[in-house]
């Protein structure tokens, strides 16, 4: 990662865990003594409701204090969501993030997009076999490192470990290796 600030959107719905990944890749850049930034955007909507969450991870101090509008990586953990909103903003360098067992191709043309790196793993998938959940959002994060290399895996399993306790701890970490793992660019 260059001295450039780096910028994630993150979409979901509300108890998928969106905010807390923005907060866990925030918190895996602060352990590598970058300079962070992770915040949500939703109203006063209910579970279930679409939310948007934010990072932003830098080797110098961040001195924006606004959304994010031309993110560096997009990251979708709920399918359902892919439409206008998950393209907004979204450039050639931009690289998309996509919970889903179909293609890298398939989200594109759903999308309208051309020339953006695309990845896409089955979180919802993992979550199940893993923890008997469909919470995707630790596995997506295994992929956004995968991906992205805006932090190192080591550091994101570590404040994984640190954020859950017990045996949901290990399933997490076990979780992000898996993703990381099974993540596939197209």
């Known amino acids: 990662m260059t001295s450039k600030i780096y910028e994630v959107r993150f979409h979901g719905r509300g108890g998928q865990g969106a905010w807390t990944a923005s907060l866990l890749l ?70 998309l993030i996509v919970n889903t067992g179909e293609s890298a191709k398939a989200i594109r043309e759903r999308l309208g997009l051309k020339d953006v790196e695309t990845w896409t793993v089955d979180a919802t998938e993992l979550a199940i076999e893993l923890l008997g959940r469909p919470i995707t959002n630790t596995a997506m994060l295994g992929t956004v490192v995968r991906a ?8 994101l399993m570590a404040v994984v470990k640190e954020r859950f306790e017990g045996k949901i701890s290990e399933l997490n970490v076990e979780l992000v290796k898996k993703a990381y793992e099974e993540a596939r660019k197209g």
């Open 148 to 155: 992205t290399g805006v932090v190192k895996l080591d550091s």
């Open 26 to 95: 925030a918190q895996a850049g602060l352990k590598e003594k970058k300079n962070i930034q992770s915040f949500p955007a939703f109203g006063p909507e209910r579970a279930g409701a679409p939310i948007t969450a934010y990072t932003r991870i830098s080797d110098e101090k961040i001195q924006l204090h606004s959304s994010i509008y031309e993110p560096d990586a997009v990251v979708v953990l709920d399918p359902t969501l892919l439409g206008p909103a998950v393209a907004e903003g979204i450039h050639k360098g931009t690289k």
